[in-house]
């Protein structure tokens, strides 16, 4: 066979006829009668190929991952044929098998990298994916939960980036969006990381991090969350934002490009509102959900 859905399967497995006798349009048709798979394959199938990613995975990687993109396009296509709503019970076996990849830390990522800790594979359950077209922000995901939450291994060998549709992060439940708690959990530890005890910054080596993950873009994309999240609240999309988020209000959480400052030493207007320390800094100048949030005056 041509085509990618054999890449699920080794030659050795004898799962598909000789090729010659394939050419035979009467012995094709014979075949057919006698119940070969020639449209889609059975969920069983799909089910046993991915048990098999686990051994393969860690001898042969670039053909572990083909064989994981095309047993994703085949859950796809096959929950497309599916009956609204109705999906065989043998099918939901996948949502439990641990067959995704993990990704990797991103070369100058600046804190601990979540999946490091985690095993190189993992069920859709326990995985976000980063590469949904409602993440507009590059590498929005690795910016405000990768050391929180382990992300789901979306780009192959050869450079290029699985698909992966939202039917399927649906059916096998991988999540589209970071939770409230993964993503401040993300963000207590990069304060930490550049705070010392007094408040004060600590000189850290920065050779390392990439232009990409500098403090200036962990914190746009992380106000970018908030913001979004409370207008989400504010429409009724969502009904809360839990309480770590209500934390905010009590820490330094704050950038203003140099440090980390307490809500109480901001305010909109600093002529008008003072004495205080610090005007609403730039970065936060057009989020007003969020200084309105933080009780900023």
Avoid at 59 to 77: F, V
Avoid at 78 to 98: N, R
Wanted: charged residues 20%; glycine residues 4%; contains cysteine.
């Amino acid at each position: 066979p041509q085509s990618e859905f054999a890449t699920m399967f080794e030659d050795t497995d004898g799962i598909f006829p000789s090729a010659l006798v394939c050419k035979s349009c009467l012995a094709r048709d014979a075949m057919l009668e006698l119940g070969l798979h020639y449209v889609s394959v059975p969920w069983e199938f799909v089910v046993e190929r991915a048990q098999t990613i686990i051994t393969l995975f860690n001898k042969e990687y670039i053909k572990a991952m083909k064989r994981i993109n095309c047993i994703l396009q085949t859950i796809h296509t096959k929950i497309v044929q599916c009956t609204i709503g109705v999906v065989p019970s043998e099918a939901k076996k996948l949502m439990s098998i641990s067959f995704l990849p993990v990704k990797k830390m991103p070369e100058g990522y600046p804190l601990q990298w979540f999946g490091d800790k985690c095993p190189a594979l993992l069920c859709g359950r326990d995985l976000i994916t980063s590469g949904t077209d409602t993440l507009s922000v590059p590498h929005y995901c690795d910016l405000i939960v990768g050391s929180s939450a382990a992300m789901l291994e979306q780009k192959n060998p050869d450079g290029s980036m699985m698909h992966v549709s939202m039917d399927v992060c649906n059916f096998l439940q991988i999540k589209t969006t970071p939770s409230c708690s993964n993503v401040v959990a993300n963000f207590n530890l990069l304060i930490a990381a550049i705070t010392t005890v007094e408040g004060t910054l600590k000189t850290i080596d920065c050779s390392h991090i990439s232009s990409l993950f500098d403090v200036d873009h962990i914190c746009d994309a992380v106000y970018t969350y908030f913001e979004n999240l409370l207008g989400s609240i504010a429409q009724n999309k969502t009904t809360q934002c839990g309480t770590e988020m209500e934390e905010l209000r009590q820490i330094c959480c704050i950038w203003t490009g140099r440090a980390f400052i307490h809500p109480s030493m901001v305010a909109k207007n600093w002529a008008l509102d003072g004495p205080y320390l610090f005007r609403v800094p730039a970065i936060l100048a057009y989020r007003q959900r969020i200084v309105e949030f933080l009780h900023i005056r």
